[in-house]
């Protein structure tokens, strides 16, 4: 049988969700990619739920995000938390949040956060997929081994169900096969930090009308806590009656053999009284390590290849859209020819820090839920032992609540000090994991303000460049900036914003943001408006 040949502009290599949505954004950019899974791509235990206000601005971008909020999450299930010995048991504490459909529009960005398990959202992304037209998905398929050279990549993979042996030749290829990554493997990319905090067993099961049989008001997420400590978490999937219980370990691996799932729920449960299923169990490492670098000429990396971390907090998945986000355009630009040749270079420099603050932020997360000492006495019916599970409760509702609000780690992140970014001198705003300030200063996300019932500023942004224009009188210092983009082949528009609390809160008449709806430059004037551009598009 003849060997298959395939072309494509970017091969991506996994079908997870930063993949797809890498596929996505490069198709929305009209760039064409291939999408290679080593498997079905089927999802049987999913790990990724929680979607965060930024992941959904992507979404939003794509036109996706209203697809994902119909996905199947009941909008009146409340997200609360609660710190208990089981779910029958004594309750510690409880922080009450409101469900998505109780929760207000923060006012600096017109999306909100959302849950969606993985096993949900990797269908509404394979959709968005197959209508763009310009990716393609090839599952069962696993890639063997690549090369590059100047000119483009060349990878050898082989279907496998069929055994068939194929050649696809791209001009760039990214990474996007997780912890274990087979591409950063074979670039020689190490990774550094803290390899092993714990091993951990995730186990999900299905128990409908849980909450009700066990007393309980909905929560997103339930910590059990016993007389050693915190043990485990049950966390909600579908919002109906799939569960997932994560059982804490140590630094010595689970027994798979030994490990008894429905003893585990059993004590979850606090009962033997209600009927559940195991559906699956998955062993998995908790660690905090980052890719000493992001890629190699034309093999880049994305997502868990480069960045795996606690998942208490929920950033791993976000951190990786967040990589998708600022390559995307990179790709779109190097591809088109606008890109200059530091451009592509600029993807670690930008992103490695913001995984590395995620990264820590997650794993004091998960330090913080195993913080309570241990208390033998902790599930007596006792005075001493009302007053222990009280103090517990109470410390541990205060400890965590900066986590469940993590508005600055979501929105705040910035690629300070950023090569394709012109800085103007002013001070940060604060990196505060709670408080999120919005702000214009170059490298920052570009701030939300409505203009119209429906429409932000964020949706003006996109496939080129934007000069907002905040003044009249800076109009024809704009056409500097559209000449000096014109003659680089740069794709650039100018907005004019007249709506109140524009101007101020961007601070200067002039603010050019990238595609990726990061500020890379703002001032009054465009003295040097062909410098800038050769800064921003990666020529200097």
Known sequence: MKERELATSVAIVGAGPVGLSLAIDLAWRGIDSLVIEKESGHVTHPRAGFISVRTMEFFRRWGIARAVRESGFPDDFALSIEFCTSLSGHTLARDEYPSIGAMPLPHWSPEKKQRCPQH?????????????????????????????????????????????????????????????????????????????????MSVLFSCPDLLRQCGKEAAERFLLIGPEGTWGNVTVIDGREVWRLTVYGSASKFDLDSFDARAWVLRALGTD????????????????????????????????SVHTMSPTGGMGM?????????????????????????LLASYTEERKPVAIRNAAYSTHNYK???SPRRCEYLLEDSKRAEAARREIGENMKRATQYEWQSWGLQMGYRYEGSPICEPDGTPPT?????????????GSRAPHIWLAPGHSIIDLFG??????????????????????????????????????????????????????????????????????????????
Request: proline share 4%.
């Open 120 to 200: 949900w959202l990797d269908p509404v992304l394979k959709m968005a997929l197959r209508d763009s037209r310009h990716g393609k998905l090839l599952v069962d398929t696993a890639v063997e081994s690549f090369e590059q050279d100047g000119s483009g990549v060349r990878l050898r993979a082989k279907n496998t169900r069929l055994g068939h042996s194929l050649t696809i030749h791209a001009d760039y290829l990214v990474g996007c096969d997780g912890a274990n990554s087979t591409i950063r493997s074979g670039l020689g990319i190490s990774m550094e930090g803290k390899g092993h905090l714990n091993y951990s």
């Open 273 to 304: 009284q209600i009927d559940f299923e195991i559906i699956s169990i998955l062993p998995w490492k908790r660690a905090e390590l980052i890719a000493e670098c992001y890629g190699i000429d034309r093999v880049l990396l994305a997502g868990d």
């Open 318 to 342: 976000n951190t990786g859209l967040g990589d998708v986000f600022d390559l995307g355009w990179k790709l779109q630009a190097t591809l088109e020819g606008w890109g200059g040749p530091k």
């Open 368 to 370: 913080t839920w195993v």
């Open 430 to 442: 604060p990196d505060d994991y709670s408080a999120y300030v919005p702000t214009a200063r170059p």
């Open 463 to 540: 496939k080129g460049f934007t000069l907002l224009v905040f003044d009249q009188a800076a109009i024809e210092q704009a056409q500097s900036f559209t000449r000096a983009a014109a003659q680089r082949g740069v794709p650039l528009i100018v907005r004019q914003i007249g709506e109140p609390g524009a101007a101020e809160l961007y601070e200067t008449p002039l603010v050019l943001v990238r595609p990726d709806g990061h500020v890379a430059w703002r001032g009054a004037d465009a003295e040097s408006a062909g410098d800038v551009i050769d800064t921003v598009r990666g020529a200097h």
